[in-house]
């Protein structure tokens, strides 16, 4: 056949089948797009919250190819320049830099976390560029003049005055802040105001942290951190040649709790340490597009079957085979290409969304980066693209086959690909039987790299497994209901049973999509119980104090705001306190990962707490154990790090690297990073840190009523110059739950497009059963039935598969939600969720998917409705 | 009282007026046994889609048992062909889905009559009458041309219509099965009183026929 002859063929009998039958086209093109653009969007976001890291991260360091940085805490003891310094004669340069979080507090008394970084602005220049606002206009690079200066705003003298500091554009411009304004900053406990010698452009390091830093000289920057002598970080250019040289004299020389590392390698270790989230709502996405291919594969199915009579027609008069299956792999294409090029559209206006959506968590447990406009990338179309049409072929596969196996003789044979379905009912029950088995044995594999591979492959195969027994379940129910149906709904009913008992081929298809969409929303919604009913109940069970006392740094989102260690002793002194326990908490890098070091006062925690450990010991049984080097370390640590009982942690502490032994591990939902604690007095000694970063508070029990007036009491005490917060365990919940929320609305969202992709493929699958029996509905035109009733038929159709739908998803979610809860969470994040049903959702969910499919098949209903019967029986 | 009497009744179809009945007279009496014959495209299907109610007519009037159907609802049109004609397909257009038994009881159903056992005996009487009373739980794909085409005769008749509409009814039988089922509507016209238009090419139906019209270009010519 000519190419032309093609065209003209396929215009005429894909295109204007496609034209005829709008509604259908447009559903399955919804439904695509609405895969894609989840897909597209969630992963901007992901990428997007990366990059601005790396952009971060390269704009701070400049030219540096090297770091020296702390394996515990964010500050270290400048004094390790003495080992540097010698460097410089083979060309190496370095600059020390303060790379810190403090609280801005805004005009309108509103509090939000910026940068502040602390550079040597002599030697920086070396390493980074800079621009104030003015030289940004113009785009011409300030830079760094020849004397070492950066600029004009470092040659400004103001900015080497005492307590001055540049802004970024961004925050300048957001906030209103000028040259000469004020900008005040909690710091810990205190309250520092900083004179603006002049507002930074965007380029260079004015641009890290999208311009939402604060930068200062670096011991301006120790004044108000009130660190002195200590930095975050000293970068260092080094000759490329000599970089393996000088790395290993660093070692040598260097304190042991000193990491040298280079600023790809913190990059790396972001990407690491956010993978799992990232992963977790990437995989979330596939939701959406897994039943968009169900949707494709659907309507596919449903065109090739409706139209064998026509295909075996054209086979009989010479069309090829493989022109036939060209035909049809031809309009997969055109929808798949349609679908995917709106989804792309749709996915990158709805990336800012998400990328809002995301960043609160992002921010709440990784990194404090701002992140307000989403930042795609020219390969994400591409893979968007990749996905979109991959997908759809991979959908359409199946059907395409069907086509061309259509001989002419077949076509004729109205019901052979029913008898088919009928005959392969059986195999397909034990096809998936044997996917439930072999995801059962995937399941109980180990994660691989930490990633839980096998759990989202057992997830997969449930889906296939259970979505293959679907023939076989309603080849038997339909019948049943058929018979009984009738007594309910009259000969409606036995007719929309029997119609859909008909068109097993179809029904299966429309059911199956059904179920997938409500058992993602049914295992999504048990996994978001549970954990949270597990988060609730710990937060119940551990927090034992009454009020918990942090710095107002901390307490408004800088988890590194301190308070001394002496406030503990003028805590205890408050009358109606029983005990004061510190607790302190810094960064640890531990093998390139990072987590948590903290260190508790336990003698307090084992009278006073109710820790709970995976051992079922009892709180004070452990906490009367931790003295010396001995550790209780997190869940998702030990997960992590596949510790338990006995095993040893290995700890960088300025004396060399210390091990503790695991005493016990406890249960802990504040990070997936996990944490190390040890005995405070002995993180003192090793650390020479007296600070906390919480004070939890027991009172006695005859003050536990009068908890408002101890926390006045308190407040009171510390009211000269030093801003404190002390919140109630309550409000802690009621934070900890609104956190908690917050982090699952995109979770929320996802599998609300899930079902609302399945109630498409529903709506479409009885669009197509409604045109198929148009020629039924016309006998029953004939035979008397009112246009009532063929709309009853449909409607009744609907519910059934509705019903059908529900009953699956529950069963097939409750299998998805026990691989998200026991494999997939706890590989992924190493946290024991506890397994709770929230049935009141369920229930409602379920009525609501019942109530939306009927709805749906409302359009297909008034088509039956229409039926002109001598139109129908001309056609015959 | 004619049972069916259409005066001056025309049809034209769609955006080209094409006029498939031209001012068409027609008397059919009680339980008369009338056979409409024509070449193809000459108004026969049309005329009995007209009597059925199930194609509106441009001009004329047509009375079914004394009542006018010439501005009755759809509703109510429904309820007249559901309760007094039954239909005889050339394509038998038996429900593949469901058995003979549930096919045959079909018009008592969508009229909610009778109780379920009162429509289970009344439907395996007329597969008695139809000699089919065996293959009550058969689907069509499992039953012959000429038997399918009984199971058709049983539905048309259960609910006892005053009319029963046949279109080509032995158009897709052999000749056996052909004669077998004229035998079995002729029979059934005596023994039931039932009026019965048939419209048909053959002369093997005509001749069963009380009466014989001929159609032709829209019109009824004898």
């Keep these: 056949m000519s190419p032309a002859a093609f065209i003209d063929l396929f215009k005429r009998f894909v295109l204007r089948d496609l034209a005829h039958n709008k509604m259908r086209s447009l559903l399955t093109v919804a439904g695509i797009a609405l895969g894609v653009s989840v897909f597209l969007a969630i992963s901007i976001a992901n990428s997007t919250a990366l990059s601005r890291f790396g952009d971060t991260v390269t704009k701070v360091s400049g030219k540096a190819n090297l770091e020296v940085a702390p394996a515990v805490g964010t500050v270290f003891d400048e004094s390790v320049i003495r080992d540097i310094a010698p460097l410089t004669s083979i060309g190496v340069k370095y600059s020390p830099i303060i790379d810190e979080n403090v609280i801005l507090l805004r005009r309108d008394s509103e509090t939000e976390m910026v940068q502040l970084v602390g550079i040597d602005m002599l030697a920086d220049p070396d390493f980074k560029t800079y621009q104030n606002e003015e030289a940004d206009a113009k785009a011409e690079p300030v830079g760094v003049t020849d004397d070492g200066v950066a600029g004009k705003a470092a040659s400004d003298v103001s900015v080497f005055s005492p307590a001055t500091c540049l802004v970024g554009a961004n925050l300048a411009q957001r906030l209103d802040v000028r040259k000469g304004s004020e900008v005040k900053l909690y710091v810990d406990d205190r309250l520092v105001s900083l004179t603006v010698a002049d507002v930074m452009g965007g380029g260079g390091l004015g641009g890290a942290y999208s311009g939402n830093l604060i930068i200062a000289d670096i011991a301006c920057a120790q004044e108000v951190l009130q660190n002195g002598g200590k930095v975050s970080r000293i970068d260092l250019i080094c000759p490329p040649d000599a970089s393996a040289q000088v790395e290993t004299k660093l070692r040598a020389s260097l304190p042991p709790d000193l990491r040298i590392t280079s600023p790809e390698g913190r990059m790396e270790q972001a990407h690491k340490m956010t993978r799992s989230f990232e992963y977790n709502l990437l995989a979330l996405t596939f939701i959406a597009l897994m039943v968009g291919m169900f949707l494709i594969y659907n309507t596919m199915t449903i065109t090739v079957l409706r139209r064998r009579p026509e295909i075996g027609t054209l086979r009989a008069l010479g069309v090829a085979k493989t022109i036939v299956m060209r035909m049809f792999l031809l309009e997969a294409l055109l929808l798949g290409l349609l679908g995917t090029t709106s989804g792309i559209l749709v996915g990158r206006l709805m990336a800012d969304g998400a990328l809002k959506a995301v960043s609160k968590t992002f921010q709440q447990f990784y990194f404090k980066i701002p992140m307000e406009s ?219 990962q990072q987590a948590f070091l903290a260190a508790a006062d336990f003698d307090v925690l084992a009278e006073h707490g109710n820790q709970l450990f995976l051992s079922g010991r009892s709180n004070k049984e452990v906490c009367k154990q931790l003295v010396g080097y001995r550790a209780m370390i997190s869940e998702p640590f030990a997960v992590r790090k596949n510790l338990k009982r006995g095993d040893s942690v290995t700890v960088a502490t300025p004396q060399g690297d210390k091990s503790f032994v695991v005493e016990d591990i406890y249960y802990d939902y504040a990070s997936d990073l996990g944490y190390v604690i040890i005995p405070r007095d002995l993180y003192k000694k090793l650390y020479g840190d007296d600070s906390v970063t919480s004070i939890a508070i027991y009172l006695e029990p005859d003050s536990v009523p009068r908890l408002d007036e101890v926390r006045k009491a308190i407040l009171d005490r510390f009211k000269a110059g030093r801003h404190i917060s002390i919140a109630s365990t309550l409000e802690l919940r009621s934070e900890a739950i609104r956190i908690f929320d917050r982090t699952f609305a995109i979770t929320y969202a996802l599998h609300t497009i899930a079902v609302t992709v399945a109630l498409l493929s529903v709506m479409n699958a009885l669009f197509a059963l409604t045109l198929e029996s148009k020629r039924e509905f016309a006998i029953l035109r004939y035979l008397g039935a009112r246009k009532a009733q063929l709309s009853r038929v449909v409607l009744l159709q609907a519910a059934i598969l509705g019903t059908v739908g529900n009953i699956g998803g529950l069963g097939l979610g409750y299998v998805l939600s026990l691989l998200l809860i026991y494999v997939i969470n706890k590989q992924s994040f190493g946290w024991s969720v506890q397994y709770s049903i929230p049935v009141d959702f369920i229930v409602e969910s379920g009525i609501l998917v019942l109530v939306t499919a009927i709805a749906s098949g409302i359009p297909p209903a008034r088509l039956a409705a229409r039926t002109l019967a001598p139109s129908v029986v001309r056609d015959e | 009282m004619p049972l069916l009497q259409l005066v001056g009744v025309s049809k034209t179809y769609g955006e080209h007026d094409v006029h498939a009945l031209k001012q068409v007279d027609l008397t059919v009496e009680d339980g008369q046994l009338v056979a409409l014959m024509g070449a193809s495209g000459c108004g026969k299907s049309t005329l009995l889609n007209v009597i059925a109610g199930l194609d509106d007519i441009q001009e004329g009037d047509i009375a079914f048992d004394g009542i006018s159907l010439k501005g009755l609802s759809d509703e109510k049109i429904t309820a007249v062909r559901g309760e007094k004609i039954g239909f005889i397909f050339q394509f038998f257009n038996l429900l593949s889905t469901l058995t003979v038994l549930e096919n045959v009881t079909l018009p008592l159903e969508l009229l909610g009559r009778q109780s379920h056992k009162q429509r289970m005996a009344a439907a395996r009487e007329m597969l008695h009458l139809v000699g089919l009373e065996d293959r009550d739980q058969f689907f069509p794909a499992q039953l012959s041309g000429g038997q399918m085409q009984r199971v058709a005769i049983a539905r048309a008749l259960i609910h006892k219509p005053k009319l029963v509409i046949a279109d080509e009814p032995t158009g897709n039988l052999d000749s056996d099965n052909g004669a077998m089922v004229l035998a079995l509507l002729s029979k059934l016209n005596k023994e039931l009183g039932q009026t019965l238009i048939m419209a048909t090419h053959s002369a093997e139906a005509a001749a069963i026929a009380d009466r014989v019209i001929q159609m032709k270009d829209g019109r009824i010519v004898t």
Excluded at chain 1, 540 to 554: E, T
């Design chain 1, 374 to 592: 989403a930042d795609p990338r020219p390969e994400q179309y591409l893979l968007a693209f990749a996905v979109g049409m991959g997908l759809t072929m991979i959908a359409a596969w199946p059907p395409l086959l069907e086509a061309s196996s259509v001989s002419p003789a077949e076509a004729t044979r109205r019901n052979s690909q029913e008898s088919r379905l009928r005959r392969w009912q059986w195999p397909f029950l034990l096809i998936g039987a044997a996917l439930l088995g072999l995801a059962y044995v995937l399941s109980l594999q180990p994660a691989i790299s930490g990633f839980p591979v096998f759990g989202y492959l057992a997830a997969l195969l449930s889906i296939i497994g259970c979505a293959s027994i679907v023939p076989f379940l309603l080849a038997h129910a339909l019948p049943v209901l058929s018979r009984y149906l009738p007594t309910l709904f009259g000969v409606e009913g036995r007719l929309a049973a029997t119609t859909l008992n008909g068109t097993l081929s179809r029904t299966s298809v429309a059911a199956a999509s059904l179920m997938i969409g409500i058992a993602m929303m049914v295992s999504l919604a048990i996994m978001i119980s549970s954990f949270r009913k597990t988060v609730t109940l710990w937060i119940d069970q551990s927090f034992q104090a009454d009020l918990w006392m942090q710095s107002k740094a901390k307490a408004m989102g800088n988890k590194s705001g301190r308070l001394q260690g002496a406030v503990i002793d003028e805590v205890r002194k408050v009358p109606g306190v029983a005990a004061a326990e510190g607790f302190v908490e810094r960064r640890l890098d531990i093998g390139g």
